[in-house]
């Protein structure tokens, strides 16, 4: 099963660039896509963004313009570049992957979280 490992939560000023990484880990499956959720407390867990396959991405409204998603196929690992984060941004992020395993149907899998404070 594979593994996302998340890292660059932390704490950030209001305007300040953030970046996240998540790095998948032990069996590898073939990837549909990747994204970006968060969850604030209270709330439920909603889109920030995600990356198909093909390198074709979708944001959030409250995303776009704001952050960007990419990934290095490489090294299996998709980021999160957060530029003008606001304190309502505030949340833990998690990763989330898709793919089609070698026996066939279809996976979804979950990072742990990393939480990211902004601060006004």
């Known amino acids: 099963q594979v593994q996302l490992v998340e890292s660059g939560g932390g704490l950030v000023q209001a305007g300040e660039s953030l970046g996240l990484s998540c790095a998948a880990s032990g069996s590898i499956f073939s990837i549909k896509a990747m994204g970006w959720y968060r969850q604030a407390p209270g709330k439920q867990r909603e889109l920030v963004a995600v990356?198909?396959?093909?390198?074709?991405?979708n944001y959030a409204d409250s995303a776009k313009g704001r952050f960007t998603i990419s990934r290095d196929n490489a090294k299996k690992t998709v980021y999160l570049q957060m530029n003008s984060p606001k304190p309502e941004d505030t949340a833990v992020y998690y990763c989330?992957?898709?793919?089609?395993?070698?026996?066939?149907?279809?996976?979804?899998?979950w990072g742990q979280g990393t939480l990211v404070t902004v601060s006004s």
């Open positions: 989330n992957a898709v793919g089609v395993p070698g026996s066939g149907g279809l996976v979804e899998v």
């Open positions: 990356i198909n396959s093909g390198g074709s991405t």
